[in-house]
């Protein structure tokens, strides 16, 4: 038998000689264990998003076992769990809608059965942000297996990044650049493997962030989902959670202050989704660290974009692994002292130690600080009357003519209203306006959908204008690129300045100088208040209306009012 030194929590279930053990053991033993797994040792859930309706999770049956693996050869007892999967490329309306019911799962998964460590599966956008989001509000020891990313898609001799290839062919389409057949075969040439989306999209995003946190052990993000070095990293990832039940490193130790700092800049130095924004927001509200908007803005205005990958860049996560991985850019960005080496990390060592000699195998895909993408990546809080509260852009997706413009504003009171219009002969519209899309906030669409890098009209494209300023109180696909201005907070649905916006209004972008301004004047948009009507709330009954009740703005993680606040036990919980 094991010589642990402390009872688990899992012994209140299999630790007891009474009636409530025995009923514990015996319909655990159905499955075929035998008398001395129950003997005290650590009891580790594996939380597994697989679904065959989640193409970017589907391989996680195979990644599982190897996780198993790793659990049984370091003494501890592996218990696999379902928990709902959110495939952003199938559920409708939008991920999003779902991300905190899959939180409230997994937090509940975890509280209700005899499970003393966790290892996270998470591969397709929300399944990382929902399954770190539950695991922080139970404040047990954790940790992230991602899924890898696709190998690099391959159309006519060229690479090709999903969902960012997909953009560009649509507007290629729509300009009459490129056939219907050409764009159909372009299918099976950009996803030809398991795994999420190999470009700088949410999935590669969070992954990166999940390694940066210290909550996935080096490599962890950029790992292909078919290189047998993921496996290795999953069966290490087994092995390294019974420990930390053993050393009782719970996720709190991890998810630090410093943590999330290290995070927004490694966002900025990789050129990461702005998804990431609203995410990271939510897990610090879920842990109790006080991490807000502006921190965003503060901690990655002069931070460089090093990576040179799409949709800011040229290569793929492939390539990025192979020139390093995330190791290489946080090494890189210590140089300019922006990162908290002392941090600790799920491996039991700080990100210093676990970067401190990486090395950087290709310079064109990992960027030399002295000649980065973008001088000054990150993400960009803009406010002013149209964003009290905050608004965010990309800057190194941005084209750098209309960082700061003026134009008038051609205005979609919702997402149907654009798809109706765009494309309209008719519509009064030129490359120097703005498009304005309404209601798809967090209780707008509900939830928030990836719809803000609305589509040029199709009059446009055909002239070769390829990007105007968008603005919205939506999200935009982390594939995605432009100057698209999102998050726009509060929400048009709940009454914000950008309800209020109509056809031909001015409106000034400034990205410098963090501003987004409608000219119009306070007396005119209040007389426009008095009229305005706000949507009605079509969700009736269920976890939407729900949703739709207790939803919080962008600026602070569209979370569930009820779940935030550090709710786990002995979370140190900061002062604010």
């Known amino acids: 038998m094991p010589d642990e030194k402390r009872k688990y929590r899992s012994a209140a279930w299999f630790g007891k000689t009474d009636k409530d053990g025995f009923v514990h053991r015996s319909w655990m033993r159905n499955q075929g264990f035998p008398d001395h797994v129950f003997d005290g040792r650590p009891v580790i859930g594996i939380c597994n998003t697989w679904s065959e309706l989640t193409p970017c999770n589907a391989h996680f049956r195979h990644i599982a076992e190897y996780v198993k693996r790793g659990v049984w050869e370091a003494g501890g007892l592996p218990l696999e769990f379902p928990v709902m999967s959110l495939g952003e490329t199938n559920i409708r309306p939008t991920a999003m809608l779902f991300r905190n019911l899959v939180s409230m799962d997994v937090e509940e998964s975890i509280r209700g059965n005899p499970i003393d460590g966790v290892v996270l599966l998470c591969g397709c956008d929300k399944t990382t942000p929902s399954l770190v989001m539950g695991a922080a509000s139970c404040n047990v020891p954790a940790l992230v297996v991602s899924g890898g990313p696709m190998l690099n898609g391959k159309y006519h001799g060229h690479d090709i990044g999903s969902g960012t290839a997909v953009w560009r062919f649509e507007e290629e389409l729509k300009a009459g650049t490129v ?206 009357n149209l964003a009290p509260d905050g608004a965010v852009l990309k800057p190194s997706a941005a084209s750098p003519h209309l960082m700061q413009h003026r134009g008038r504003a051609v205005v979609f009171e919702n997402i149907e209203h654009y798809k109706g219009r765009i494309d309209n002969p008719d519509l009064d519209v030129d490359e120097n306006c703005v498009l304005v899309l309404k209601n798809c906030g967090p209780k707008g669409y509900p939830g928030m959908a990836e719809v803000g890098n609305m589509g040029l009209p199709a009059k446009l494209l055909k002239r070769g204008i390829t990007d105007m300023v968008r ?76 949703y739709v009740e207790r939803v919080m703005q962008a600026n602070t993680g569209a979370d569930l009012d009820f779940l935030t606040g550090g709710r786990g036990d002995d979370i140190p919980r900061e002062s604010h």
């Open 179 to 384: 056939s219907t057949q050409a764009y159909m075969d372009a299918e099976a040439c950009m996803s030809r493997s398991a795994g999420h989306c190999m470009t700088m999209g949410t999935a590669s995003t969070m992954a990166c962030m999940v390694e940066a946190l210290g909550l996935g052990l080096p490599h962890n993000a950029a790992i292909p989902a078919v290189d047998s070095r993921r496996y290795v990293l999953a069966h290490t990832a087994g092995a390294r959670i019974v420990d930390m039940v053993r050393d009782d490193v719970r996720i709190s130790r991890i998810l630090t202050r410093e943590a999330f700092e290290n995070a927004i800049v490694v966002n900025g130095a990789v050129g990461g989704s702005t998804n990431a924004v609203i995410h990271l927001l939510a897990i610090a509200g879920r842990i109790g660290v006080n991490v807000t908007l502006d921190d965003w803005d503060s901690l990655g205005r002069n931070v460089p974009t090093l990576l040179d990958l799409m949709p800011s860049g040229r290569f793929l996560m492939e390539d990025f692994y192979y020139a390093g991985g995330l190791p290489a850019i946080i090494r890189a960005l210590d140089e300019r002292n922006l990162i908290h080496r002392d941090a600790l990390t799920v491996n039991g060592k700080t990100v210093w130690e676990n970067c401190h000699s990486a090395p950087n195998w290709n310079p064109e895909v990992i960027r030399p600080l002295e000649k980065p993408m973008v001088e000054h990546g990150g993400i960009a809080v803009l406010r002013g």
């Open 471 to 546: 603005v919205s109180d939506a999200r935009m696909s982390g594939t995605a690129y432009g100057t698209v201005v999102l998050h726009v907070c509060p929400e048009a649905a709940v009454g914000g300045n950008l309800a209020l916006v109509q056809d031909g209004d001015v409106i000034e972008l400034d990205v410098e100088s963090r501003r987004l301004h409608l000219d119009v004047s306070p007396e005119k948009l209040e007389r426009r208040r008095r009229q305005w009507q706000p949507p009605v709330n079509s969700m009736k009954g269920g976890y939407q209306q729900l």
